[in-house]
């Protein structure tokens, strides 16, 4: 009789998800054959795809949307990422006061909005992707971050942003860790957590409720212009004659060639333990389970899956040269050995805590960390990408945009700066991997150095260049 894998015993070399591993996908879809129509058709089955098909039929139930994944649904960082939902639209308020101090407090508000109604959304649709309002603590583990951290309360009230200040004592004893110098404490209102493929399955769910198509196992080509919309072709040559087609194809983008330039795929590393046992449970506190993370450029992320195990991921953002992606780097055993030894300084009570769960995904950074909006073949080509590892909310509020420049041309938010310009380029290779090695050497440098930014990340910040994941 062949051995079967408990869940706790993933294969070794297996590289998917925690979460896609731990719920069932349920049946493979049919992919695409032949030649058929549709009034839209979206390219990537990930929350920015699904959305924007669900926010096409709650405007006009009468528009036939087609959805084309090139493997199965959240195959894509959707269903590989941490599982931290935020209200921001802009990859943290900094870093939109930074790039949109005109329109700031407007996508502050719009992110708000946002994600309640993300909120509401699964609780009508019956999707339990176990969402929790649990609110967001922040450690500094730099001598430097403490006084950042005091600094940043006073500045995020300025612009509606409740931040509490707890200091070593305090957020070492809401969750006990050596390292801990400091905690930003963010309260429930703009940050969940959830389990991202039970959220972008329930999407798919609710489009095919809706009598949206989706086919898996199909991957596009090539777009190009017919009369009176677009032609989308298949790699096994089947095609769907569309008026609009939607790009939702986020870090895989670079098969279509205008897109490249506006992004780079970075990999982003994984780990997900053993379920705590009660002991281990207690060791740690962290009784308010909030998501996590520390200061650094070079950043972890952490936090407690339903059933008590720890995600623990970040620090490592590896670029391959020529914008590489594919199953090939989903696993990288140096950069898992790293966050391993990293937890263990972390939480050496957990000492000996497995983690059989590991994994890599492509996130698709832009220059200024936030979405970009843009339109070719004449309006009938839209396409969003560039939410740079916060895209879990945003990406509802980007597929109501692409909605908009479909349906509702007037839409006031259409005028935005946020949707209209773009992010500075990323220079061709060979110049690309020069920039963003170097880059990311200068990062871990400011790290060491008390956070000192030496000459060429000042240069880059003063022309509002950055790299981040
Ligand atoms: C490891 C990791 C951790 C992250 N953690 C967080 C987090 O905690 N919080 C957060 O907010 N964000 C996080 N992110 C980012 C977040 O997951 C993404 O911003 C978001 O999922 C983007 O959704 P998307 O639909 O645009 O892209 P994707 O989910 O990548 O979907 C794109 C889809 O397009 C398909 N596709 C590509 N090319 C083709 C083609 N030619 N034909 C057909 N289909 C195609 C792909 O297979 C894929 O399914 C993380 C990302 C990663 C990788």
């Not at 109604?117 to 967001?136: N, P, V």
């Amino acid at each position: 009789m062949a051995a079967t894998r408990s869940r706790d015993d993933p294969d070794p070399g297996s590289s998917i998800s925690y979460w896609l591993a731990a719920s069932p996908g349920g049946a493979p879809r049919p992919s695409l054959t032949g030649a058929t129509r549709a009034d839209v058709a979206i390219v990537g089955a990930g929350f920015t795809g699904l959305w924007t098909a669900i926010a096409l039929s709650d405007t006009d139930p009468s528009v036939r949307v087609v959805v084309l994944e090139q493997e199965t649904v959240g195959f894509g960082a959707s269903g590989r990422n941490g599982g931290f939902c935020q209200a921001s639209l802009t990859h943290g308020l900094a870093n939109g006061i930074r790039h949109f101090p005109d329109e700031v407090a407007l996508l502050e508000r719009e992110g708000i909005a946002n994600l309640a109604e993300l909120i509401a959304f699964t609780r009508t649709h019956g999707i339990d992707c176990e969402l929790e309002e649990t609110g967001g603590l922040s450690v500094a583990d730099q001598a430097h971050q403490v006084d950042e951290f005091k600094a940043w309360v006073d500045e995020a009230a300025e612009h509606g942003e409740e931040l509490v200040f707890l200091d070593r004592d305090t957020v070492r004893a809401e969750v006990h860790s050596p390292l801990w110098l400091a905690g930003l404490y963010q309260p429930p209102g703009r940050d969940v957590l959830l389990d991202p493929a039970k959220l972008v399955r329930g999407l798919a769910r609710v489009c095919e409720e809706r009598g949206i198509t989706i086919h898996e196992r199909t991957r596009v080509s090539s777009v190009e212009r017919r009369a009176g919309g677009v032609r989308v072709t298949t790699d096994d040559g089947a095609s769907l004659d569309a008026g609009h087609v939607v790009v939702a194809t986020s870090a895989y983008s670079g098969w279509l060639a205008r897109l490249e330039q506006h992004f780079v795929p970075v990999y982003d590393y994984v780990l997900v333990s053993d379920p705590l046992t009660p002991e281990q449970r207690a060791s740690i506190g962290w009784h308010g389970r909030e998501g996590m993370s520390d200061s650094n450029n070079q950043f972890h992320y952490f936090r407690l899956t339903a059933d008590d195990r720890i995600l623990w991921g970040g620090y490592d953002a590896i670029y391959h040269r020529n914008s590489g992606v594919g199953p090939q780097f989903d696993r990288r055993p140096a950069t898992f050995e790293k966050l391993e030894i990293h937890f263990r300084r972390a939480f050496p009570q957990l000492g000996d805590l497995r983690f059989p769960y590991r994994w890599g995904g492509a996130i698709d950074t832009t220059s200024r960390f936030t979405v970009t909006f843009g339109q070719a073949l004449g309006g009938r080509l839209t396409y969003a990408l560039g939410y740079t590892g916060l895209g879990v909310g945003a990406s509802r509020w980007a597929g109501g945009i692409i909605r908009d420049f479909i349906l509702r041309p007037d839409s006031d938010l259409l005028r935005l700066r946020f949707v209209r310009s773009r992010p500075l380029p990323f220079p061709p290779e060979p110049l690309r991997s020069i920039a963003v090695n170097l880059v990311r050497h200068e990062l871990d440098r400011a790290d060491r150095n008390e956070g000192r930014r030496g000459i060429v990340l000042r240069a880059l910040d003063a022309v509002g260049i950055g790299f981040d994941s």
